[in-house]
Nanobody
Framework: VQLVESGGGLVQPGGSLRLSCATS????????MRWYRQTPGNEREFVAN????????YYDDSVKGRFTISRDNAKNTLYLQMTSVKVEDTAVYYC?????????WGQGTQVTVSS
């Protein structure tokens, strides 16, 4: 199983960014996928998930209405569209999949929101 995040960078408050997570080694379309984020000294926190059916979505209250999780099963890729970003969205963002009770993580992509 491989998860590779990309798309992070520096963005101004109020701006937008789209993260991607390219996957391989498992049947992507069959699994819930999740985004988490982590800041230094803190545990990873849940951001959003999406079911095998794209209609099954859930967001943490801190990002609801601003972030959109989506997936392209033909490309085995997970996305996180971030809009109206805030300074407090600064973190390393990770994609995650749980397969037979084992957690898999990518290497993360840094998002920095600053003027």
């Amino acid at each position: 199983v491989q998860l590779v995040e990309s798309g992070g960078g520096l963005v101004q408050p109020g701006g937008s960014l789209r993260l991607s997570c390219a996957t391989s080694g498992f049947t992507f379309r069959d699994y819930f996928m999740r985004w988490y984020r982590q800041t230094p000294g803190n545990e990873r926190e849940f951001v959003a998930n999406i079911g095998s059916l794209p209609t099954s979505l859930y967001y943490d209250d801190s990002v609801k209405g601003r972030f959109t999780i989506s997936r392209d099963n033909a490309k085995n890729t997970l996305y996180l569209q971030m809009t109206s970003v805030k300074v407090e969205d600064t973190a390393v963002y990770y994609c995650n999949v749980r397969i037979r009770d084992k957690e898999y993580w990518g290497q993360g992509t840094q998002v920095t929101v600053s003027s």
